[in-house]
C-alpha cells in the first residue's frame, strides 16, 4: 500500500496505471438528493474530458463528476455535463464533493468549503440506467481515450445531501460504510489486485 496525505487517505487507486473501475449496473437507488464524494489528486489535465464517477453509465440517464479539459470541476446529468468555475489543482490531495438537492441544482465543495454552484439545464428523466463508472476518459463505457489521470481514494455515493458540518466530518474522520443513505463507500484498502470491495451495507458487496 501506498501512505496519503492523511489518516483518512491511506491507500488509494492510482487510475493513470490501472484500469478503470465499471460495474455492470448503476446504483438505481441513488436519485436526488444524493452527494458523491472522494479523494482525488489529479496528475494532468487531458485532452479530453475526464470521469471521476458516473452513475448510470456514458450516453444513458444517470449523473455524475467530471473534469473538463482545462481542469474545471464538470456536473454530469444524462449524456450532457455543466462546467462549474472550480478548477482542481495538479498533484494536491482534494477531497471533492457534489452536492445535489434536485436533479437540476447542484453544490461543488473542495475539502468542505463551497467552491462553485452549478445548475444543469434540461437534467432528464431520472433514474439512472447503464453502469457505475469510476475513472475513463471520453466514452466511459469502453475506456476508449484511456483511464482518469488521478489518483482517488474513499469514493461515497449517498443518497442524502450531505450539510457543510457532514462533509468536513466525512473528510477528517472518515465513515464506517454504515452510516444512512450511504449507497457505496469503496476505501481502496485492498493494497494490491485487481478487484475492490465496497466496505458495509452498500449496494455493492
Not at 56 to 69: A, H, L, R
Not at 102 to 108: E, H, Q, V
Amino acid at each position: 500500500s501506498t501512505t496519503g496525505p492523511t489518516v483518512v487517505c491511506d491507500n488509494f487507486i492510482d487510475l493513470s496505471q490501472s484500469v478503470s473501475i465499471v460495474y455492470d449496473k448503476p446504483i438505481t437507488t441513488v436519485n436526488t438528493p444524493m452527494t458523491i464524494s472522494c479523494w482525488i489528486s489529479l496528475k494532468s489535465n487531458t485532452a479530453v474530458d475526464q470521469v471521476v464517477v458516473w452513475n448510470g453509465g456514458w450516453g444513458y440517464n444517470g449523473q455524475g463528476i467530471i473534469i473538463m479539459v482545462g481542469g474545471n470541476v464538470s456536473i454530469g446529468v444524462n449524456a450532457g455535463w455543466t462546467g462549474s468555475s472550480y478548477v482542481l489543482p495538479l498533484d494536491t490531495w482534494v477531497f471533492l464533493s457534489a452536492v445535489s438537492s434536485t436533479a437540476n441544482n447542484w453544490l461543488i465543495y473542495a475539502n468542505g468549503v463551497l467552491k462553485s454552484t452549478v445548475v444543469v439545464t434540461g437534467a432528464g428523466p431520472l433514474p439512472v440506467d447503464g453502469k457505475f463508472i469510476i475513472g475513463g476518459r471520453g466514452g466511459a463505457n469502453n475506456n476508449a481515450n484511456g483511464n482518469l489521470a488521478a489518483r482517488l481514494d474513499n469514493v461515497m455515493l449517498w443518497n442524502l445531501a450531505r450539510s457543510p458540518s457532514d462533509l468536513a466530518s466525512d473528510m477528517s474522520s472518515g465513515v464506517t460504510g454504515f452510516e444512512p443513505g450511504l449507497k457505496i463507500y469503496l476505501p481502496f484498502n485492498e493494497g494490491n489486485g485487481t478487484n475492490t470491495t465496497s466496505v458495509g451495507t452498500s449496494v455493492y458487496q
